[in-house]
DNA sequence: ACATTAAATGAAAACGTTTGCATTACTATT
DNA sequence: AATAGTAATGCAAACGTTTTCATTTAATGT
């Protein structure tokens, strides 16, 4: 039977739990990790001795061994709105149910902070990553490739991506929502995106927008180009100027939801009513566009499916299925059609 | 000067690294740790050899020194809207600012649920642990207590706390909605809260509201008071049948801005005007409250503020300073008038 | 009941750091 | 130039687990 002097200390640790359930560390031990590997009966007296102590595992411990830390790290611009959180309450639901805890950071934009992120989250340990998007510094890049961590970007698919991804084709949101517009008739229009830099999801929506609207000979003069922060009072304030300076469009596509809803208030506070007289598109689709009044016309996005298939392709590699590395999920995108636009 | 035998290693360790630079482990290591204690020329060394080995340290294996592990908790209801997130993004942004990086979990407002998420941060040794309000479970109380973990609980505060809290009064943010609508004018006043079981918060304001009515005369029928999650769509929703069935009040106090965004959507869906036909009112003053359009009148609980005060309050504790235990910091609550309340 | 095999458990080394103590290298003082 | 004092570094033990290997215990077949 184990034995050991006592000492006295003030948090108990696996040895003292073993001495309560006269059994040694290594079969506490794996009675967590492998409870099938323990005697049902000892099992239960080694959870009487945890509840008697009070015992906590020390994960620390655990992740010294080069195992699992039981963590994953998320790195995402900004908690800060909407933007996200559909997105982030999934993903973590889901590692989550797998017994993972979620180590998140910001980087508000910055793609060199993001690294230094990346770094701080790899010295916890952490099992895998998550990212936003594709544009990455290329010491992340490197980074990732060369500790071999399982990752996966989300919220874009990129068919040749380096890293596993999981979301939709923000190119052909653009593309599917400008098409809607011109589709109930409309020619005056104007977009309204963040900056790009750094941001390929806003950029490639961007191009999509452009790109079909040039292919069906609609111009947007530069006046009709807004550039706005991923924020309502941003967004309104920016339309504000607009719609003050320069002839109002019949319809404005915008970069994503919380833009939508900026330039919609700005509208109603001019007086104007959408989509009577003013059509706008978000695109993203977030939970609470379906439900402002009027209803946002946008291109769904599935924020909670990606942040969940996401979780589980980064499972997959945590559980060692590097080979299909990487793997890239397309999720469809599709127009919601709904009371923000009106066709002309 | 230090020796070791070269093993094949995938992963670069601290060894690998004072074998880089000539110095011993213990340098290299103190170099991290107490840069003071190493001489400049060493460290400069060292930390080249850490660029050219790659290395990355091992958080883990510093957090099994029973020291620092540099993560904090953080436990909050839900990240899936707008309630919390100007909150955990100060919060974050502090505890980031001092090198602690955050492990975040959701319980849905299930308070079992929260206790077993403690258990989990714990396990990952956090070095302190921030809550959101004051309504927790007997054992996570006791956990907090038995462990003695530095913890802080945000968004409200308790004149008797057990535990450090800063935040604001939510009885007299309800109290104070409740007067600037009485003194506008109103006396046809509905109420909208969610669910205040396990949700002291919501409570509070609840009774503020509702105790500051009663003082003034001011009676709300059954029908007036309505019960709604937390959403923009149950809110409207909720909203929708109030309006569809009952005679409409002339103004709505609701427990806070995302109830109250949901009830001035399915005011405007009925044709209704705000506030010229009906004025609402939130509690929390989001950041996007001052952006819509009727912009919201609310109660400023300054979630920014509150984030970063408690994350330093937290650090504190961290840092050893355990006497002033438990600290409580008011933040004083303040009504907004905008433009969704008119008085009669 | 006995041998054979499988299941359960224990002993001890390992994981990658940090830190108290011992030692060595500098600085300043006379 | 010798010495005391201080600053910088190294050595080795600890931190709390997990896991391989060896051993004991139980189960099975005859």
Same mark, same amino acid.
């Given at each position: 039977m184990y034995n050991k002097i006592m000492k006295h200390k003030t948090n108990v640790d696996i040895i003292d739990v073993a001495i309560h359930a006269g059994v040694s560390p290594a079969t506490v031990s794996r009675s967590f990790n492998? /409870? !099938? !590997? @323990? *005697?049902a009966s000892t099992r239960k007296r080694i959870e009487k001795a945890i509840l008697q102590t009070g015992y906590i595992r020390n994960r620390a411990a655990q992740a010294i061994q080069g195992k699992r830390s039981g963590t994953v790290g998320l790195i995402v611009p900004t908690l800060d709105n909407a933007i996200f959180s559909n997105l982030i309450q999934a993903f973590s639901d889901e590692i989550r149910k797998h017994g993972f805890t979620m180590l998140v950071t910001t980087h508000g934009y910055d793609l060199n902070d993001e690294y230094a992120l990346l770094r701080s989250l790899l010295e916890h340990r952490v099992e895998g990553v998550a990212l936003i998007g594709h544009d990455h510094s290329k010491d992340t890049y490197n980074l990732l490739e060369r500790r071999s961590v399982p990752v996966v970007s989300m919220w874009s698919y990129k068919r040749n991506s380096k890293i596993s991804c999981v979301g939709g084709e923000n190119d052909q949101a653009g593309r599917a929502i400008a098409k809607h517009i011109i589709n109930i008739g409309h020619s005056q229009i104007a977009v309204a995106f963040p900056n790009v830099k750094e941001n390929d999801r806003a950029r490639d929506r961007k191009n999509g927008v452009l790109k079909y609207l040039t292919e069906n000979f609609i111009e947007v003069p530069d006046y009709w180009q807004v550039e706005t922060a991923y924020s309502v009072q941003d967004a309104r304030d920016s339309a504000a100027k607009m719609f003050e300076k320069y002839p109002c469009p019949t319809a404005v596509i915008t970069g994503n939801d919380v833009i939508a809803q900026g330039f919609i208030y700005a509208a109603q506070a001019k007086g *104007? &009513? @959408? /989509? &009577?007289?003013i059509s706008v598109t978000g695109i993203g689709d977030f939970s609470s566009s379906a439900s402002s009044f009027p209803s946002i016309t946008t291109v769904r996005m599935r924020p909670k499916k990606v942040g969940t298939k996401a979780a589980l392709v980064l499972l997959d590699r945590i559980n060692g299925d590097r080979e299909a590395d990487p793997t890239r999920i397309k999720v469809s995108v599709e127009v919601k059609s709904r009371e923000s636009t009106k066709s002309i």
């Amino acid at each position: 039977m184990y034995n050991k002097i006592m000492k006295h200390k003030t948090n108990v640790d696996i040895i003292d739990v073993a001495i309560h359930a006269g059994v040694s560390p290594a079969t506490v031990s794996r009675s967590f990790n492998h /409870p !099938k !590997k @323990v *005697l049902a009966s000892t099992r239960k007296r080694i959870e009487k001795a945890i509840l008697q102590t009070g015992y906590i595992r020390n994960r620390a411990a655990q992740a010294i061994q080069g195992k699992r830390s039981g963590t994953v790290g998320l790195i995402v611009p900004t908690l800060d709105n909407a933007i996200f959180s559909n997105l982030i309450q999934a993903f973590s639901d889901e590692i989550r149910k797998h017994g993972f805890t979620m180590l998140v950071t910001t980087h508000g934009y910055d793609l060199n902070d993001e690294y230094a992120l990346l770094r701080s989250l790899l010295e916890h340990r952490v099992e895998g990553v998550a990212l936003i998007g594709h544009d990455h510094s290329k010491d992340t890049y490197n980074l990732l490739e060369r500790r071999s961590v399982p990752v996966v970007s989300m919220w874009s698919y990129k068919r040749n991506s380096k890293i596993s991804c999981v979301g939709g084709e923000n190119d052909q949101a653009g593309r599917a929502i400008a098409k809607h517009i011109i589709n109930i008739g409309h020619s005056q229009i104007a977009v309204a995106f963040p900056n790009v830099k750094e941001n390929d999801r806003a950029r490639d929506r961007k191009n999509g927008v452009l790109k079909y609207l040039t292919e069906n000979f609609i111009e947007v003069p530069d006046y009709w180009q807004v550039e706005t922060a991923y924020s309502v009072q941003d967004a309104r304030d920016s339309a504000a100027k607009m719609f003050e300076k320069y002839p109002c469009p019949t319809a404005v596509i915008t970069g994503n939801d919380v833009i939508a809803q900026g330039f919609i208030y700005a509208a109603q506070a001019k007086g *104007l &009513n @959408v /989509p &009577n007289d003013i059509s706008v598109t978000g695109i993203g689709d977030f939970s609470s566009s379906a439900s402002s009044f009027p209803s946002i016309t946008t291109v769904r996005m599935r924020p909670k499916k990606v942040g969940t298939k996401a979780a589980l392709v980064l499972l997959d590699r945590i559980n060692g299925d590097r080979e299909a590395d990487p793997t890239r999920i397309k999720v469809s995108v599709e127009v919601k059609s709904r009371e923000s636009t009106k066709s002309i």
